[in-house]
């Protein structure tokens, strides 16, 4: 199971990682890594909430280990690499300069709710950042990220995002097994070696 810290640290590692050129800033919310709500009342509960505490943590180190942004504030970050301040509050933004590509992401792992909530919430993010302008002669993409199985079949059925240029992936325990739900995989042209 990969809550969605886990989720946003395996999309960044392939398709966006700052070791290919790219310059990112995720957003992980304190709810992502359990650090919210009321006292867990349940072993599983208790259990999930403290793997949830430790996988945050562990995503944390190996995100700025890449050279990730992890939070902080996201309207200096994009200033500083050119993208719309307008562009709210997304899970993941990243730029490729030497492509001009702009890459923006909402996630959603795995979770408590119920998962075409969560889901819900996510389109209506990415429909919302359709209205954002890339840099001057920049692409952009805008991708829906999830994972589960249940949550990637709601995906499918809202094959009305492709109108809009929104492409979704499931993420895969095997980074193999990844699977485009919509749009054009993949999402970023391979980096000459």
Known sequence: MMFQPEVKLRFVETYCSPGQGWKVFVDIDASEEGRTGGIRTTGEAQERQQRMLADGQRVRRALTK???????????????????VALGDRDIVAVHESQ?????????GASSGQPEQKLYKAIGQIVMACGIEPPVGWTQRLVLVVYGEKIAQHVRRASALTKLGVSA?????NR????????????????AR
């Open 176 to 191: 193999e097994a990844d699977c485009w739900l919509l749009g054009e995989a993949p999402l970023v042209r391979p980096l």
């Open 66 to 84: 890449l050279g990730v942004t992890v939070g902080g504030d996201r309207a200096i970050w994009c200033r500083e690499h050119g993208v719309s």
């Open 100 to 108: 001009r590509l702009h890459v923006v992401a909402e996630v959603e």
């Open 169 to 173: 992936v499931a993420i895969s325990e």
